[in-house]
């Protein structure tokens, strides 16, 4: 799947173009006033470096829509709405484990040495206090790992901070990174 970020005319907005392997091509609207870097692309980064597959792009890269998006071109399948349906009941708990993961390594990159909002807490002890926050398994991720995300996300940032609107961050979505498919039910 390939992601294409871009910076709008109206400020503080952005959108990413989802190219779906199946054909389909989906909008999705952000809305960033606040942060320097989107959020969706913060989502991109931190899932696909994580190795979360079931987050908000491994159920896209399923075949879910979310209601912030609309399809471009190609031919949903004919079963398309309640597929991701299935995908988004079934994948709720990993998209919130996304979410909070997100939010820690977004707040790491946004926040400045000088910043009020500066880390005082290591990004591994946020990460593993938002982990416990929706999951009871061991904390997965190491140090490095973390700092690894961290870095990816800044240097997109960096990109992202340059661009004008019509201007393009392309982000390359890994093909085994999907979320299953719930089977229908009969």
């Known amino acids: 799947m390939r992601l294409v970020f871009s910076p709008a005319a109206e400020a503080g907005r952005s959108r990413v173009v989802v190219h779906r392997r199946d054909g389909v091509t989906l909008e999705m609207r952000s809305y960033d006033r606040k942060f320097?870097?989107?959020h969706d692309l913060a989502h991109a980064v931190a899932e696909r470096e994580l190795q979360l597959s079931a987050g908000v792009f491994g159920?896209?890269?399923?075949?879910?829509?979310?209601?912030?998006m609309r399809v471009l071109?190609?031919?949903?399948?004919?079963?398309?709405?309640?597929?991701?349906?299935r995908i988004l009941k079934a994948g709720a708990r990993s998209i919130t484990l996304a979410e909070v993961l997100t939010g820690v390594l977004h707040d790491a990159v946004e926040a400045s040495p000088n910043s009020p909002r500066s880390p005082a807490v290591p990004l591994?002890?946020?990460?593993?206090?938002?982990?416990?926050?929706?999951?009871?398994?061991?904390?997965?991720?190491?140090?490095?790992?973390?700092?690894?995300?961290?870095?990816?996300?800044?240097?997109l940032a960096d990109c992202w901070s340059g661009l004008t609107p019509g201007e393009e961050l392309v982000f390359t979505w890994?093909?085994?990174?999907?979320?299953?498919?719930?089977?229908t039910r009969h």
């Open 73 to 85: 071109t190609g031919s949903p399948r004919h079963d398309a709405t309640a597929r991701s349906a």
């Open 174 to 183: 890994p093909p085994g990174l999907t979320a299953p498919v719930p089977a």
């Open 124 to 155: 591994v002890n946020k990460a593993r206090e938002a982990w416990g926050s929706v999951e009871e398994r061991p904390f997965p991720y190491s140090e490095a790992t973390l700092a690894a995300a961290a870095d990816t996300l800044t240097a």
């Open 59 to 68: 159920c896209i890269a399923a075949g879910a829509v979310f209601s912030s």
């Open 36 to 38: 320097r870097v989107p």
